[in-house]
């Protein structure tokens, strides 16, 4: 058989629909990729700015109060400005980068390719997928200066506090309103990028490409888009509920006879768990939104660098999908200690503990097949082991917490700020550097400076590790998450371990320079990449040149032979098998 | 051409046959239609929940008239629609764009019988933040659930409107027109959800 | 749509189902003016609502003619998160009445 040529269209010429409002997926992939990244450093410092004062709480950070006059009088940041930065550097790197880079960017510029396609289905749809998630990224951004500045409420927003308007502190009347405004039309913009990713999934694969021959990768973009699908649908109308809560006083998150700030509220009749139960309903899948495809994007880098395949192709793929369907049933484990009913509280242990089984599968899977094998050592199977170890470290405080009897402890401390910053921060930022080293090749036709890579990953590691790891002890010790000062004399022999991690984080942010050096600078002057530098199986890596041309494939579309994972294989005449090898193989790994 | 538009004939040759043997178009409104419900459900679950708290929820409504012809057009509607449908199938092309505007009309006599009926309620005092008879979250809940139905109904008749005059143009295909069907009966379906719910349990006695 | 009689078979499927849904919804009304107390009627709209949309669903969107994959891909997603949506319940109870179930 041979590779069936398709209909060709011309490349865009003009520079708007070139770089602009491109319709071809790897432009808008790039997009995406760059909305990620300018995202990840302005999230960067503002962490440094709240690290800053937290180690040193009246030291004045000069410039600062050209941000905000109110907010950093003289450069010294207030407490509500505290909390206002806290929000944002939350918001942006949840929604913005944690969703966009590993989900909507990758995914974006490799799932049309590892399904073997010349596109998405729905090209149109795709370009305002990006250009709807940058509006609302602009608008995130504008609350900063608008008003008393952005909402100072959490990434959580949690009512009655979001809803009051700004009798309840500075940002809480616009603030809220852009944040709400912000993440409705993110949600938009998922919505219609997980559309394009189911349907090419499911439509768009190439002759001989089943779904069992489809990538981890693609395999965990696909079953992500499931999960936003469905979770962005609820937190959209959830959003428009809490504009309407400001702009048309009505009260569905805001109890009656509230009082706040001596002034009894206007409201009567809503539920603040209404919010918490809508919010969490979505927050939870959201952060396997954000996991997933770092899992995928693990498991896809490990494979060619293990030079064997992992110890089972559809168990991890179950896991996942396991995953995501648990994950629509543990979200009330983040309300224990809301005042929800307690028996709810049980109820949602369980399977919160349930949960755990596939992610520790997922675990034993790369371990296992880590386990003797000779691992190629570079840059992206190190982010990857960096990945597996910051998910389990972090995914063993899950453990603990969800126990409804220890959380009533460690709820609301730095517990859980090291917990999620664990499992869920640092390991879907490794997995976007894993894939960033990885792919880079692909994406730029240059390789990305090796020696340089490694030490961005030993510092980075390291760093994570000063800083998260002592997060335990303190929220142990009884330090309460989002306290701008610490004040509370039980609190203060804690403050040298808070010095101690800022200074760590500035340091690790400092090493992400080098990343950023790495990138702009192999963009450009970087080694030129070889055809398949990893030598990896999968489609990819069988496009005719690196960028691949406008329709992937150049003219043709690629028939595919073999799973993914054809390592090591005996008797071949290579130790690996392309996908689109039409080389026959005695004793395979073919699961399909 | 793209892939969306490759027929399922067009298919076979290139690439694997689409997994639910349905063209990428179909599936994307399939698609489509279960985030929307995923969000309808949303705000009747944040309704009921809003309700089931209330000791003293208004019932204000005194008679089904109304609402009772708004169901009977817009059922009719959809199955208008269906037989637009079939013409197109047939290949009747001037018969389906026939029924499709007829659909179209039907939706907008359905939206202007619920904007009229609005105007009463808001006559009456009835307001997002108020209303004469009880808890404010019944105007709260009301003008919104029905006010996001609405907002389908509407958008519904605008892409009846102009997928039927592009079908008609020779743009779109039957399978456009169907597809388009696809959401016309969905926003019929929300409505059987939304009658009983919205309208029915708050009936006065 | 080959002949003129399948064309004619499904136009009275139609008309079929048409009449059914409208009845259903006629015995809603019905059961609205009924004296039952709020969670028999809200059980039995429900119960009512869903048989109609479940008509709607696979005869209006042919559903039922699709792939059987299409139908369970459809109704098992939808179906499990509107479920999973329901846990929220048993704290709107407990709001009127202390526990956290219907009294
Ligand atoms: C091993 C499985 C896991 C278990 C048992 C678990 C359990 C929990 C529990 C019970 C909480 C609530 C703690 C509290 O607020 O008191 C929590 C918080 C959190 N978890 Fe996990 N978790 C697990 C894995 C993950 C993963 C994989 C991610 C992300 C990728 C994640 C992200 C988060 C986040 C973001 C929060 C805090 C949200 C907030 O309050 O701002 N968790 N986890
Ligand atoms: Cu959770």
């Known amino acids: 058989m041979h590779d069936v040529p398709v209909h060709h269209h011309a490349p865009p010429t003009s520079f708007l629909r070139k770089h602009v409002f491109s319709l071809d997926h790897k432009v808008i992939g790039k997009q995406y990729y760059g909305l990620a990244l300018i995202a990840v450093f302005?999230?960067?410092?503002?962490?440094?700015?709240?690290?800053?004062?937290?180690?040193?709480?009246?030291?004045?950070?000069?410039?600062?109060q050209l941000l905000s006059k109110s907010g950093a009088p003289g450069g010294i940041i207030t407490p509500e400005y505290y909390l206002q930065l806290m929000t944002m550097h939350a918001t942006i790197m949840v929604f913005f980068v944690l969703t966009t880079a590993p989900f909507a960017a990758f995914g974006n510029y490799f799932l049309p390719i590892q399904v073997g396609a010349e596109d998405m289905p729905f090209p149109h749809f795709n370009m305002m997928s990006f250009w709807v998630t940058f509006i609302g990224f602009v608008v995130l951004m504008s609350s900063f200066f608008v008003g008393d500045g952005p909402t100072l409420g959490g990434w959580t927003q949690y009512a009655p506090l979001s809803a009051v308007g700004a009798v309840s502190g500075p940002g809480q009347g616009t603030g809220v309103v852009l944040w709400a405004t912000a993440i409705a039309i993110f949600c938009i913009g998922q919505l219609l990028g997980s559309l394009n990713f189911i349907t090419t999934t499911l439509d768009m694969r190439t002759r001989g490409m089943s779904m069992w021959r489809l990538p981890f990768s693609a395999w965990a973009w696909f079953i992500t888009s499931i999960m936003g699908l469905t979770a962005f649908a609820v937190l959209m109308p959830a959003c428009i509920l809490l504009i309407l809560d400001h702009v048309a006083g009505t009260s569905f998150f805001v109890p009656g006879n509230l009082v706040i700030n001596g002034q009894i509220q206007p409201h009567s009749g809503g539920s603040t768990l209404l919010w918490q139960h809508l919010f969490?309903?979505?927050g939870h899948p959201e952060v396997y939104i954000a996991i997933v495809p770092g899992m995928g994007i693990v498991s896809h880098v490990l494979t060619p660098n293990l030079r064997r395949p992992l110890?089972?192709?559809r168990v991890m793929v179950y896991s996942m999908g396991a995953l995501a369907v648990l994950s629509y049933m543990v979200y009330g484990h983040h309300m224990f200690v809301s005042g929800m009913n307690p028996v709810s509280s049980l109820v949602f242990s369980f399977p919160t503990l349930v949960i755990t089984i596939p992610s520790t599968i997922v675990v034993l899977i790369w371990m296992g097949s880590l386990y003797g094998a000779k691992l190629r050592i570079n840059s992206p199977s190190l982010f990857a082991l960096g990945f597996i170890s910051m998910f389990i470290t972090g995914g063993i405080s899950g453990f603990f917490l969800a126990q409804p009897s220890i959380d009533i402890m460690l709820h609301a401390t730095y517990?859980?700020?090291?917990?999620?910053h664990l499992v869920m921060g640092v390991a879907a930022m490794f997995g976007i550097f894993a894939g960033t080293y990885f792919w880079f090749p692909k994406m730029f036709g240059r390789m990305m400076n090796e020696t340089l890579g490694k030490i961005h990953f030993w510092l980075s590691f390291v760093g994570a590790y000063c800083i998260f790891m002592p997060f335990h002890y303190l929220g142990i010790a009884g330090n309460v998450r989002r306290y701008p000062a610490f004040t509370d004399d039980y609190l203060q022999p804690l403050i040298p371990l808070h010095r101690f991690i800022t200074v760590a984080a500035v340091l690790t942010g400092i090493a992400q320079f080098i990343f950023l050096y790495n990138l702009v600078h192999s963009r450009f002057w970087g080694k030129p990449a070889p055809e398949n530098p990893w030598e990896a199986t999968s489609l990819e890596w069988s496009t005719p040149s690196s960028p691949p041309p406008f329709d992937n494939f150049g003219g043709k579309l690629p028939t595919v032979y073999h799973d993914p994972h054809q390592y090591g294989v005996e008797g071949a005449s290579a130790d690996y098998v392309m996908q689109t090898s039409p080389e026959q193989i005695k004793s395979g790994h073919d699961e399909a | 051409m793209s892939h969306a538009d490759l027929t399922l004939e067009g298919y076979s040759a290139a690439i694997m046959p689409p997994a639910f043997s349905i063209p990428a178009?179909?599936?994307?409104?399939?698609?489509?239609?279960?985030?929307?419900?995923?969000t309808f459900a949303a705000c009747l679950v944040?309704?009921?929940y809003l309700r089931v708290a209330d000791a003293h929820w208004p019932r204000p409504f005194h008679s089904i008239t109304n609402v009772a012809i708004m169901t009977v057009i817009?059922?009719?509607?959809?199955?208008t629609m269906l037989f637009g449908i079939d013409a197109a199938k047939a290949g009747d092309k001037a018969k389906a764009v026939r029924w499709t505007m007829i659909t179209a009309a039907g939706g907008i006599l359905f939206a202007l019988l619920h904007i009229r009926e609005w105007l009463g309620l808001i006559d009456e005092g009835m307001r997002l933040f108020q209303n004469p008879w009880g808890s404010a979250l019944f105007g709260a809940s009301f003008f919104s659930i029905t006010g996001l139905h609405l907002l389908h109904v509407t958008g519904g008749v605008i892409a009846l409107i102009v997928v039927g005059i592009r079908y008609k143009g020779g743009r779109y295909n039957s399978d456009d027109l169907e597809i388009t069907g696809l959401y016309w009966h969905f926003v019929d379906l929300v409505w059987m959800f939304v009658v009983p719910l919205v309208y029915l349990l708050n009936l006065s006695h | 749509m080959a002949t003129a009689e399948a064309h004619r078979s499904s136009t009275g499927k139609y008309i079929v189902v048409y009449v059914c849904i409208l009845a259903i919804a006629a015995l809603q009304f019905v059961i609205a003016y009924s004296n039952l107390d709020g969670s028999q009627m809200l059980a039995r709209m429900l119960v009512l609502a869903t048989i109609e949309a479940a008509l709607a669903v696979l005869f209006f969107m042919h559903l039922w003619m699709e792939n059987r994959g299409l139908l369970w891909f459809v109704v098992i997603l939808t179906g499990f998160v509107i479920f999973a949506m329901q846990y929220s319940w048993t704290d709107s109870f407990r709001l009127l009445n202390g526990v956290p179930w219907a009294k």
């Open chain 1, 42 to 64: 302005v999230g960067m410092i503002l962490s440094w700015l709240m690290r800053i004062h937290l180690g040193w709480t009246n030291l004045a950070i000069p410039g600062l």
């Open chain 1, 280 to 282: 969490w309903f979505f």
């Open chain 1, 311 to 313: 110890l089972s192709h």
């Open chain 1, 415 to 420: 517990f859980v700020v090291g917990h999620f």
């Open chain 2, 25 to 38: 178009k179909k599936m994307a409104m399939w698609l489509f239609i279960i985030a929307d419900s995923a």
């Open chain 2, 46 to 48: 944040a309704y009921g």
């Open chain 2, 74 to 79: 817009l059922v009719t509607s959809s199955l």
